[in-house]
């Protein structure tokens, strides 16, 4: 088992619409979970960092977090072109971060 | 300058050359790291430095050597590379245990011919 799983896509959605990204993980002992962005040939950039069970806002971006489950989720409503990137979900596993392989999301005009 | 920089931004060397990557962060964060990204997998952490001492080495092969002289510089030294070490190496910083997530550094693109 893959220590954080992400659906590779491509996720396809058309402008305007809620964009909906997922992540399990396996290790229950983490306590923190982050969603960052890389656009093609760029590094990763932190976008939202999520700590508790339930939901957090920033912008048009909701990160939720269900520990029970181990599944964390990103939601961008209102998806742009500009969002079209892939999607790294990362957990902070024994004091380090493990890194999903991505999901790639398209945003169509 | 701010943030995490990272030189060169691109390098084309030959196999048997030998070449070194530098990253810098100006963050006052205490903790560094080297990932590898190459196409359609995770990024492979391969170095952890934690208070300028190596904490973590993933079974990375000998041609890549670390040097962490200070919180701030990291250093890897590459030599006698293979076709397959050709990807995206990125510089992360953090402070202590991440809690608060890695920054990263743009990335060098090492071509290995």
């Known amino acids: 088992q893959k220590e954080v799983e992400q659906n590779s896509g491509p996720l396809s959605v058309p402008e305007g619409a809620i964009a909906s990204l997922n992540c399990t993980y396996s290790?229950?002992?983490?306590?923190?979970f982050f969603w960052y962005r890389q656009y093609s040939g760029k590094s990763p950039e932190l976008i939202m960092s999520?700590?508790?069970?339930g939901d957090k806002e920033d912008g048009r971006f909701t990160a939720q977090l269900n520990k029970a489950s181990q599944y964390v989720s990103l939601l961008i409503r209102d998806s742009q072109p500009s969002d079209s990137a892939t999607y790294l979900c990362?957990?902070?596993?024994?004091?380090?971060?493990?890194f999903g392989t991505g999901t790639r999301l398209l945003v169509s005009p | 300058e701010t943030g995490v920089t990272q030189t060169p931004r691109h390098l084309v060397m030959g196999m048997t050359n030998k070449k070194s990557l530098k990253c810098e962060q100006h963050?006052?964060?205490?903790?560094m790291y080297w990932y590898k990204q190459s196409a359609k997998k995770p990024l492979e952490l391969m170095f952890v430095?934690?208070?300028?001492?190596?904490?973590e080495n993933n079974s990375v092969p000998s041609r890549f050597s670390p040097e962490c002289p200070n919180s701030s510089h990291l250093f890897l030294h590459l030599h006698t590379l293979q076709p397959e070490d050709s990807a995206l190496y990125l510089c992360?910083?953090?402070?202590?245990?991440?809690?608060?997530?890695?920054?990263f550094g743009s990335g060098t693109r090492l071509t290995v011919v």
């Open positions: 992360a910083s953090s402070q202590a245990k991440g809690d608060y997530g890695y920054t």
């Open positions: 290790d229950r002992g983490s306590q923190s």
């Open positions: 999520i700590y508790s069970n």
């Open positions: 990362a957990v902070n596993s024994f004091q380090k971060l493990v």
């Open positions: 963050l006052g964060h205490n903790a």
């Open positions: 430095y934690s208070l300028e001492e190596r904490v």
